[in-house]
């Protein structure tokens, strides 16, 4: 039997003190009740001492919490920010699949797109070569032709490059943020934005009026790894925020790909991180279009299954 929750009871839970992400991601997935009401909602947590909470809770933190969802949908509804829960239909199934999901997905666009396409994360720097930039264009349009959504991250760069190279291709593109939804970061990438809105869905695990930190961003790269079937990754250093996105996807059993750089580019330091993972056989190095469309095989393969 599957239980009821209302969104504004999720988002309270997320506000309480003492409980975090993934203490709220197991009060959810273990619900055994409707939560339609407050008092539900703290006498469900009264009975839950199986799972550990950090502090005592009152009645003014349960009002205040309260009271801080309620200010969140409205001020999102003006945004046109909508929400869905780990135990909604439409949430990513990929996503769920992973071993930290987001308990709620603020999102603009078309959720759907998430689950009713194969999805292929395209990532890398912020500063690529010319090459660089113009091959993450062609494995964006490339994956488009084989009926992929392209997953990234909005960043200037490699990611920029691969959500343009889908929208020029007529395909759908989903940017993952690490902020409220209510602003575009970089600046730059506001017209992007709006056409990611048009053509896919930009979504983020932060609520309106969260503002861009180095944990947001470390924590949104779990979440292209979680919705998508493999990631590829265009060009990044060894220290580069990349590198995150690359171990979440091993952690996932996801598919990690790299591009093989030119010989030109071979000891260039902003490659050194494809390097490192292929030499490591942690990533599958890409170098020419028979690899691709193997590449592409293989994750139509194991979405099958």
Known sequence: ????????????????????????????????RDILSLGELIEYLSDKGDIKLKSTLSIDDFDNALKVAWQILQQSATYNIKMVSVLDDDYPKLLRQSNDPPVILNYIGDI?????????????????SPYGERYAKFVSDFFVGKGFNIVSGLAKGCDTAAHLGAIAANGVTSAVLAHGLDKVYPKENKALADQIKQCGVLVSEYFIGTQMSKKNFIERDRIQAGLSLGTFIVECTIG????????????????LAVMKPPLRDYNETRVSGNQMLSQTGKAVAICDNYELKNLSIVLLSNQAN
Do not use: W
């Open 240 to 255: 580069s925020g990349t590198m995150h996105t690359a171990k979440y996807t091993k952690d996932y059993e996801r598919v």
């Open 112 to 128: 759907t797109l998430l689950g009713s396409k194969p999805t292929i994360a395209i990532i890398g720097t912020r500063d690529p």
């Open 1 to 32: 039997m599957k239980f009821k929750i209302e969104k504004q009871f999720i988002i309270a839970l997320l506000h309480l003190p003492g409980i975090k992400r993934k203490t709220a991601y197991k009060l959810l997935v273990n619900l055994d």
